[in-house]
Every structure is written in structure tokens, then in C-alpha cells.
């Protein structure tokens, strides 16, 4: 039996999901403002004068980038080597690609 | 006939030529679509965590004032306070005191801080939800840690700080300022470093460099420098992800450029054809236009989307490690979708208009030649 659909609408059934993927991403972005997060970690910036995030907590220089000495020779680092870049790029120590306990 | 019913038979034309190839055609989609999610991917991570970074750091201190000793960071004393209060254009001047904990139990360090204006208790600590969780700690527990003297000195869990705040907070441990100097062996006549607030914004570069001059041991360190730091730290991330991604970029270049470039006999016969049966270069080329634009524009929509999705909604497991790092106190936290136009305009100008245009000079090239000696 011949389809009576035409290509072209067969071409914009295909594209419309692809369309609505595209759009809702968008509007879940656009949907979004300021994070109920955001609010509580900028009062706690403000009050506690915090400059960096807790994003690399190993040593002082990656703790603090922006307070560190980086142009100190020799950095004193306790517990772990993360040295910028290369911590991005090393896998994390066995101990912590174990799975969480309960 | 009007130009839509035009256009319109020429889509109908495109998509049969398209469904007469399926495997090959799909499959460049395929491929098209995982390119631009990758690339989506990097450039939604990078400039959602940059946008978190520069949104939460925008109320840290307008200016740290740090002493240097020997080329590394020193004790501030007291009396640098009132002769920085002095200072026209300072608004108001205030002593931090903070501190790193390496505790051997978990191998983590801890931030040590002791706000000045928090009243915090003595003998009692707020901390991050990070220690909280890898020290297994809740309000009214007793944390005991070895001081500077290797004696243990005992704080009491106040509060677990809230772990929507993780990313700023996970490591903190905040005590108050007697136990702080205490803990560490800090005489009462030294700070960690000195916080200032400019009382006008614009000046605060006018107000570092008097403060440079006045003080030639001490460096400023500008908000502005906090948040451009943050900017290249991430940057730098993204252009190592983009390196790594550049040889997969370039695989599909090649694939592509070779689909779209390498006319078969079998196209070149049948632009001969249609040429023969009075088809105009113009309209072949639109037809070839339609054909890369509806590949492309899919493969854009389902790759950004997708990589909406892997970014903000399933955590980005393939790029968060390499964007955020690892560290023992990992901080939990989710990002904010952002749009930004210049960067989505980006994203299409390097995926789909190459692709797009790409595939048009062969088929200029087979259109203008005379049907005859394409067909034999």
C-alpha cells in the first residue's frame, strides 16, 4: 500500500521532536533564575568574607587559589598531590572511587 | 507555483534522496549529533560553573590585604589595621582569622575560620556538611582534633551548616575567635589577613595601589582578580576537555568532509538527470541546501538538547570529573541552567553552517557542467 504521507511532512515529523528537545532545553534554562541555593551561599560569602569555592579541598593552593603564594617555588601540600591542571586530569585515589557506605 | 509549494517539492525531492541512502544517512546523524552534544556538553558545564562562581563570589571582600614574608604569606599584626583604617578611600577594615586543619583520620584538610562578627561560641564549632558526612558528625557531637601543642582540643558540633551551601561551605569549619588562636598558637596581636571595604567602588584600584605604597609588604588581592582567577581556572578546564575532544572533532570533520565533498557516481548521475529534465543549477543547489541543512539542524537540536540534559540534569558524568576535579570533601551541588546567546550562536555557527555549506561546492561544481558529459 502507498503512504499517503508527503516526504516533506515525513522531513517535519522528524524534526519536530528534535525541535521540542531543543526548545525545552531552552525553556528550562529561561525558567530557571537565581538558584534557592545561591541566596544562602552569597549571605554566607558576605558574612563569613569566604573568596573561593570548596571545590578542591587538598592543599592550600587549590583550596585558596585566589589568597595562594602561586608564585612561591615550592607549594607544601598535606595529603594530596592536585597541582593544577594536572588534578583534573588524574583519577581520584582507589579510596574514593570505592562506592559510599551506607 | 508559488515559492513554499516550491520549496516544499524539493524537500519531498531531499528526503526521498535521503531515504535512498538510510544506513549512510543515519549514521552521519548519528555521529553529527554525538559531536555537537560533546561540544555542547563542555561549553554548558564551563559556563555554568563559571556563571555559579562569579555569582556567589560577588560579595566576598572587596579587598584581602595579605603580608608577605621571604615571598610567602605571613601573620598580619594589628597595627597594620589602624594604620589601613587611616587610609583615604577605606571605608572599614576588619581582621580575619583562618586556617587549615589536615585531619589524619580522613585525609582531608579542613578551612578553619573564626568570623569575628558571628558571636560564635567558645568550645563550640559549626561545620560544612563535607565533614559533617566523612567524619559522620551531627549537632551534639564532640569533634576532637589535635591542636598546634598535640594536645586535643574538643568542639561541639553546634550546627551541621546547610548542604544546599556545600559549594562554598564543605569544608568549613568555624569556631570561635579564642579557640581559634588557641587551637593554632596565635598570639592576640596577629591576624591571618585583613579584609577591606573601599568607601567608593570605582576607586578600590586607586585604593590598592595607596595601599601597595603605604604598606610595600602587603598585596592586595581585588574581588576583580578573585572572580578573573575563577574565570581562567575553569576556562582552563574547558580548553583541556576541548583538546581532548578536538581529535573526535576532527574525525567527523574528516567524515564529513568526505561525505559531503565525494560526490558518488551514482549523485553525479543523478544531478546529470535532473539537469537533463530541466532543473535549474539554482534549484539543485537548494535541494543539496535542504538536504545539509535538515541533517545538520537535527543533529544541532538533539545534540544541544541532549547535552542540556546530560549537564544539568544527570549530573554531567562524563566531563564532571574533569571539571570540578575530586578532592575528599567533594562538595554536592547542582548547576543553574543559563542561555547564553553568544555562545549558543557559536555552537551553530561552527556545527551546522560548515556542514551546510560544505556540501554545496560539489554540487555547484557536478550542476554547472553539461548534463550530457555527466551522464556518460
Keep these: ?102 | 507555483m508559488n515559492g513554499f509549494a516550491r520549496q516544499r517539492y524539493l524537500l519531498d525531492f531531499t528526503v526521498a534522496s535521503l531515504m535512498r541512502r538510510p544506513g549512510r544517512n543515519l549514521s552521519l546523524l548519528l555521529v553529527y549529533t554525538l559531536v555537537v552534544f560533546l561540544l555542547a556538553s563542555a561549553m554548558l558545564y564551563s559556563q555554568a560553573i563559571k556563571g555559579k562562581a562569579a555569582a556567589l563570589l560577588r560579595d566576598s571582600p572587596e579587598v584581602v590585604v595579605q603580608r608577605m614574608e621571604a615571598g610567602r604569606h605571613a601573620l598580619m599584626p594589628v597595627s597594620y589595621l589602624e594604620r589601613l583604617g587611616r587610609l583615604r578611600g577605606v571605608a572599614h577594615v576588619e581582621g580575619r582569622l583562618w586556617g587549615y586543619y589536615y585531619d589524619p583520620v580522613v585525609a582531608a584538610n579542613y578551612t578553619v575560620m573564626a568570623p569575628d562578627r558571628d558571636g560564635a561560641l567558645p568550645g563550640q564549632a559549626r561545620i560544612g556538611a563535607g565533614i559533617a558526612r566523612v567524619r559522620g558528625l551531627a549537632p551534639g557531637d564532640v569533634l576532637s582534633l589535635r591542636g598546634y601543642d598535640g594536645r586535643p582540643h574538643a568542639f561541639t558540633v553546634a550546627e551541621v551548616l546547610p548542604a544546599d551551601s556545600e559549594l562554598v561551605s564543605a569544608d568549613l569549619l568555624l569556631i570561635a575567635p579564642a579557640d581559634f588562636r588557641a587551637f593554632f598558637g596565635l598570639p592576640e596581636d596577629v591576624y591571618t589577613d585583613l579584609a577591606l571595604a573601599v568607601t567608593n567602588p570605582a576607586e578600590v584600584r586607586q585604593v590598592a595601589r595607596k595601599l601597595a605604597e603605604r604598606l610595600p609588604d602587603c598585596r592586595p588581592i581585588l574581588r576583580e582578580e578573585v572572580l578573573r582567577t575563577y574565570e581562567s581556572v575553569f576556562d582552563w578546564r574547558e580548553g583541556l576537555l576541548l583538546a581532548v575532544l578536538a581529535g573526535a572533532v576532527c574525525a567527523f570533520l574528516i567524515f564529513a568532509w568526505d561525505k559531503a565533498t565525494g560526490l558518488s557516481a551514482e549523485e553525479r548521475r543523478e544531478i546529470g538527470i535532473l539537469r537533463a529534465i530541466g532543473w535549474e543549477t539554482g534549484d539543485v543547489l537548494r535541494m543539496k541546501l535542504w538536504e545539509g541543512g535538515l541533517i545538520s539542524f537535527t543533529a544541532f537540536c538533539l545534540g544541544y538538547g541532549l547535552a542540556h540534559i546530560h549537564v544539568f540534569h544527570a549530573g554531567a558524568p562524563l566531563f564532571a570529573g574533569v571539571m570540578r576535579g575530586w578532592s575528599v570533601l567533594q562538595p554536592h551541588f547542582a548547576l543553574t541552567p543559563q542561555v547564553d546567546a553568544l555562545q549558543l550562536t557559536t555552537l551553530f555557527l561552527l556545527s551546522v553552517v560548515p556542514y551546510t555549506v560544505v556540501t554545496l561546492v560539489p554540487v555547484w561544481r557536478a550542476a554547472t557542467v553539461d548534463p550530457d558529459s555527466i551522464m556518460r
Design chain 1, 1 to 102: 500500500m502507498k503512504s499517503s504521507l508527503r516526504k516533506s511532512t515525513l522531513a517535519m515529523l522528524v524534526l519536530a521532536p528534535a525541535l521540542a528537545v531543543f526548545f525545552g532545553a531552552m525553556a528550562d534554562a529561561l525558567s530557571q533564575g537565581e538558584a534557592a541555593d545561591e541566596a544562602a551561599m552569597r549571605t554566607e560569602v558576605a558574612a563569613w568574607g569566604l573568596t573561593d569555592l570548596a571545590l578542591f579541598t587538598e592543599a592550600r593552593y587549590t583550596r585558596h587559589p585566589t589568597q595562594a603564594d602561586r608564585h612561591a617555588a615550592f607549594q607544601d601540600h598535606p595529603g594530596a598531590l592536585e597541582h593544577f591542571p594536572s588534578g583534573a586530569l588524574m583519577p581520584p585515589p582507589p579510596l574514593l572511587r570505592e562506592p559510599a557506605g551506607p
